[in-house]
């Protein structure tokens, strides 16, 4: 079973992007706006692939976002990456592992990007596999990312119920014989996971 783990085991990012935005007199999603311009080859997607540190991160990212009429640092989004965990999905990381399940989780991530966070450790220590984009130098939506993750987990794709808050992460999962459930509701995700394992998660 694969999980995402920003916006599924966490509050999506984009809710600290929003709060950001408002604080700071920016249009409402511009933040996104930005990453979704060449989003295979943009300051974000080669951040998650260790292609550039956070320092040279921090600059591209700041000339993406002025030349869309709005300088912002990347620094002050890596810092709106993690929001707060979510007790019930951790609880439903326990019970699986208890019912015997293989748990990995699949992050496009930068290195450094948690801080201090001792609540993010905890939880990342329930996944018996951890597949992450600033480790292994490819990401979602990547297909050699999924591959690597079957590889790693010893699991073939039709054998793994994957979830992302993102449909773009989704897609190439599906495609490759995935079952996919995409995380808007935590309850309704858990409902629905539930509902395909013969499990009461909620």
Do not use: Q
Not at 36 to 62: C, G, M, Q
Not at 89 to 118: K, Q, W, Y
Not at 170 to 191: F, N, Y
């Amino acid at each position: 079973m694969f999980w995402d783990f920003g916006g599924v085991i966490t509050a999506s990012p984009f809710e600290a992007f929003n709060r950001y935005e408002e604080a700071n007199g920016l249009p409402r999603d511009f933040i996104r706006s930005v990453n979704s311009i060449d989003p295979d080859t943009n300051a974000w997607a080669k951040i998650e692939r260790r292609e550039v540190s956070a320092a040279e991160f921090d600059l591209l990212f700041a000339d993406e976002s002025e030349r869309l009429g709005h300088r912002i640092p990347g620094s002050d989004v890596l810092g709106c990456l993690y929001g707060e965990v979510r007790p019930e999905m951790v609880a439903a990381l326990d019970r699986l592992h208890d019912e015997g399940f293989i748990l990995a989780c699949l992050t496009n991530n930068v290195l450094g990007s948690t801080g201090d966070r001792p609540d993010v450790d905890d939880a990342m220590r329930r996944f018996d596999h951890v597949v992450e984009s600033s480790k292994v130098g490819v990401r979602k939506p990547e297909p050699a990312f999924y591959e690597l993750a079957c590889s790693t987990a010893g699991v073939k794709p039709d054998e793994v119920v994957f979830l992302d808050d993102l449909g773009i992460n989704l897609k190439p999962a599906a495609a490759m014989g995935m079952a996919t459930i995409k995380v808007v509701d935590w309850r309704k995700a858990l409902s629905e996971l539930g509902a395909v394992l013969g499990l009461d998660l909620v």
